[in-house]
């Protein structure tokens, strides 16, 4: 794979709720993966866990946290760089956070590679 840019502080709030959220609420832990893949038009950065999991399709409840930190991720990506996220998860299983960003217009100063 090549390098890639991503913006700031793209990677670290995704990889902190999967160790508060996710392998931190079960008994034994469990293990936190990233890893990288390049497609035809895109670089993926893919946050895994074997945590508790939740269910995607359910709204939002109101428990006293902010989620600003995936709030500021995803208008983060989408303005810098045009990038995406897609939460894939399942109770009891884990979730997987695949962060999608475009091959064309890679080059911001605000990006690290």
């Known amino acids: 794979m090549t390098d890639f840019l991503i913006p700031q502080l793209s990677v670290q709030p995704i990889v902190e709720n999967a160790v508060k959220h996710g392998v931190g609420m079960k008994k034994k832990g469990g293990t936190v993966t990233i890893a990288t893949r390049e497609t035809d038009n895109d670089y993926e950065v893919i946050i895994s866990d074997d945590g508790v999991g939740f269910d995607v399709t ?10 600003i930190g995936m709030e500021n991720t ?11 996220l897609n939460i894939e998860s399942s109770v009891g299983e884990g979730t997987t956070v695949t962060i999608i960003l475009p091959k064309e217009g890679q080059k911001n100063e605000d990006t690290v590679s």
């Open 74 to 84: 995803v208008t983060r990506l989408r303005e810098m760089c045009s990038g995406r």
């Open 58 to 67: 359910a709204a939002r409840k109101d428990d006293g946290r902010s989620h």
